[in-house]
């Protein structure tokens, strides 16, 4: 069984900084390419960042470029999202979430494409 587990959230000053985790649960992903994504309120999920399988590709939403960077450590099944110049308009439920395989599709920006996908975890911040 495969969980997804993100940690990290919270509330956060306009201009901070933060930095989620994301930790698998069970059966390792270290294979597949992981993406982080966001649903701010009432607004649909949208892309933010995805990475292969060894770290040596990223692509990034045009919004997040510059500030936000996607890593990870396969030898202890974490993926992780470092937020810099946060701004408002990332308030957001941000989710974790693994492809099934190792390399970034062409449809990387697509939910669809991610096969596991955590509960989330509330990042605000305030104006």
């Known amino acids: 069984q495969v969980q997804l587990v993100e940690s990290g959230g919270g509330l956060v000053q306009a201009g901070g900084s933060l930095s989620l985790s994301c930790e698998d649960s069970g059966r390792t992903l270290s294979r597949y390419a992981r993406g982080w994504f966001r649903q701010p309120p009432g607004k649909e999920r949208e892309f933010v960042a995805v990475i292969s399988n060894s770290g040596g590709s990223t692509r990034y939403a045009d919004s997040v470029k510059g500030r936000f960077t996607i890593s990870r450590d396969n030898a202890k099944n974490m993926v992780y999202l470092r937020m810099m110049s946060l701004k408002s308009e990332d308030t957001a439920v941000y989710y974790c979430?693994?492809?099934?395989?190792?390399?970034?599709?062409?449809?990387?920006?697509?939910?669809?494409?991610?096969?596991?996908w955590g509960q989330g975890t509330q990042v605000t911040v305030s104006s």
């Open positions: 979430a693994a492809d099934t395989r190792p390399y970034i599709g062409s449809s990387y920006f697509r939910g669809k494409e991610y096969e596991y």
